[in-house]
């Protein structure tokens, strides 16, 4: 039954181009990524630069993401997702470009980061919610699983590929590879006929009523409001991505190959649950399994701080994609069926916003790690989370049961 829900999935009409896509993206996009790590820690060795980069990134990312989703909800998500995607080849092309003339400074990957953070705010909403555009709302929870699993499979082979380019052909080639294969994937969407437009019930208000209206909506159902709350402890747990390359050069000394093996060892975890979740009926308690899925995450970053083997720390990276990957899927498809459907775009756009308290966070395990040392910094950004999510699952579960229940008109 479960890869009967699989199958049909993956037949309806214009969704298979739109996997095809999003795969050909993601692979590439770590590519970049993969890049962008070597070159950031081949630039400084400062812990609190190395986390600008991502800082400046979900600061511009927080900001604009509601004005993300309100154009979500009244444009054409296709050709935002487009254009996103070739602005994103640009940005690559021109960070390359920046190698091969011998000139980066870490200064231009804090600005790159910048722009990339404005078309991320523009591409995310679109993304998770064209989605429902094309499967509606039976195999919404299906489709995004089935769209996680080609993230994660992109996760394994997109870093530890990337980590074999850039030790290969050098950072700036890297750059020029993954800048080819995003616009492969731009071009991908234009075979897509699809529009993606929300059918609108009410008359259209101005964009700063609509994004208070989405603030209000969340704010007044309590179980919505307890799930951002639980994604809100990404301010923590976002630390990972910036540490990864630190404790891979200077904590576990395994060089670009051994950084991208443990980005694919994420992407192993991602894959396996996504799958799981592709094959699952609808889900229930979804407000649960948002909670759940963050809790294990925090407790993955905990266990990670401890770093005692290479081994030990591809196992845990496995288990962090398991679990992130939980939290992902329940969250990207459980809100989009529990808000009205005129507001799916605004409403995951707040999803986005939470996700990038953890580019906030992480200066300040940046600083600490400079301060403290990387290991206990980041066992003291995976305890909090844990001790709060825990609490939160012990004394709310009642209420984040009942998230997504009964659909909203």
Same mark, same amino acid.
Do not use: C, N
């Given at each position: 039954m479960g890869l009967g829900r699989v199958w049909s999935t993956l037949q309806i009409p214009h969704y298979t181009p739109f996997f095809t896509a999003n795969?050909?993206?993601?692979?590439?996009?770590?590519?970049?990524?993969?890049?962008?790590?070597?070159?950031? %820690?081949?630039? %400084?060795?400062? *812990?609190?630069?190395?986390?600008?980069?991502?800082?400046f990134q979900g600061v511009t990312v927080f900001v604009l993401s509601p004005w993300g989703g309100v154009i979500a909800d009244r444009v054409s998500k296709k050709n935002l997702l487009v254009i996103g995607r070739l602005g994103?080849?640009?940005?690559?092309?021109? /960070?390359?470009?920046?190698?091969?003339?011998?000139?980066?400074?870490?200064?231009?990957?804090?600005?790159?980061?910048?722009?990339?953070?404005?078309? /991320?705010?523009?591409?995310?909403?679109?993304?998770? %919610?064209?989605?429902?555009?094309?499967?509606?709302?039976? *195999?919404l929870e299906n489709a995004v699983a089935l769209n996680a699993t080609a993230g994660g499979v992109a996760n394994v082979f997109g870093p530890a590929a990337g980590g074999m380019i850039v030790a290969a052909v050098g950072v700036a080639s890297s750059f020029f590879i993954a800048g080819a294969g995003m616009f492969m994937a731009a071009g991908l969407l234009l075979a897509i006929p699809v529009a993606g437009r929300t059918v609108r019930t009410i008359e259209r208000q101005h964009p700063v009523e609509e994004i208070r209206e989405g603030f209000a909506w969340v704010w007044n159902d309590r179980g919505v409001r307890l799930v951002m709350l639980a994604s809100c402890m990404a301010l923590f747990n976002g630390a990972i991505s910036s540490m990864r390359p630190v404790y891979a050069r200077?904590?576990?000394?395994?060089?670009?190959?051994?950084?991208?093996?443990?980005? =694919?060892?994420?992407?192993?975890?991602?894959?396996?649950?996504a799958v799981v979740l592709a094959m699952l009926p609808r889900f229930r308690f979804v407000g649960l399994w948002i909670t759940g899925g963050m809790f294990g995450f925090a407790l993955c970053i905990l266990l990670y701080s401890f770093a005692f083997s290479y081994s030990y720390i591809l196992f845990v990276e496995f288990l962090l994609g398991a679990t992130g990957q939980i939290w992902n899927v329940t969250v990207m498809a459980g809100l989009q069926l529990a808000v009205p459907e005129q507001m799916r775009g605004r409403v995951i756009s707040m999803v986005f916003m939470a996700a990038q308290l953890g580019f906030v966070g992480q200066p300040i395990v940046g600083a600490l790690a400079d301060r403290f040392g990387d290991q206990i910094a980041l066992g003291i950004?995976? =305890?909090?989370?844990?001790?709060?999510?825990?609490?939160?699952?012990?004394? *709310?579960?009642?209420?984040?049961?009942?998230?997504g229940e009964s659909a909203p008109s």
């Open positions: 795969f050909a993206q993601f692979l590439f996009s770590h590519v970049a990524m993969m890049s962008m790590y070597w070159l950031m %820690t081949s630039l %400084t060795d400062s *812990r609190f630069y190395i986390t600008l980069v991502s800082f994103m080849v640009a940005l690559v092309v021109v /960070m390359g470009a920046l190698v091969e003339a011998g000139v980066a400074k870490i200064v231009h990957l804090w600005i790159g980061s910048v722009v990339g953070g404005v078309i /991320m705010s523009l591409m995310q909403p679109a993304s998770q %919610t064209f989605v429902y555009d094309l499967v509606g709302r039976d *195999r200077f904590v576990l000394d395994v060089g670009e190959v051994g950084l991208g093996w443990m980005s =694919a060892s994420h992407g192993a975890g991602t894959v396996l649950m950004f995976g =305890a909090i989370p844990s001790v709060v999510l825990f609490l939160m699952l012990l004394t *709310r579960s009642s209420v984040l049961r009942r998230v």
